[in-house]
């Protein structure tokens, strides 16, 4: 079956930087878009970064963008988040998914379970 793995969280200070992996395994995704959401305590989970099957577009969220860089490797089918200048506010869960399209249209279809990222102040 299909299942995606995210790796790479844990405590950060403020300013500092985590990269985030998930690694997908049971089919291939890259002909699919994929992308990372994050959810803190008692909030919605928001969209934070998306990108096309081959990698050469992306899209952020307006509070991350300059700071974080989603990427891909598709013979590792495996699809990454670096994550710089930390802030406390991007404490969440992070969730990669994967997209319906190869071009994103927001049908998202898998997710990961997560992982904890915590930015102390």
């Known amino acids: 079956q299909v299942q995606l793995v995210e790796s790479g969280g844990g405590l950060v200070q403020a300013g500092g930087s985590l990269r985030l992996s998930c690694a997908a395994s049971g089919r291939t995704f890259s002909n699919n878009a994929m992308g990372w959401f994050r959810q803190a305590p008692g909030k919605e989970r928001e969209l934070v970064a998306t990108i096309n099957w081959s990698g050469a577009y992306t899209h952020y969220a307006d509070s991350v963008k300059g700071r974080f860089t989603i990427s891909r490797d598709n013979a590792k089918n495996t699809v990454y988040l670096q994550m710089n200048s930390l802030k406390p506010e991007d404490t969440a869960i992070y969730y990669c998914?994967?997209?319906?399209?190869?071009w994103g249209s927001g049908e998202y279809e898998y997710w990961g379970q997560g992982t904890q990222v915590t930015v102390s102040s």
């Open positions: 998914t994967t997209d319906r399209t190869s």
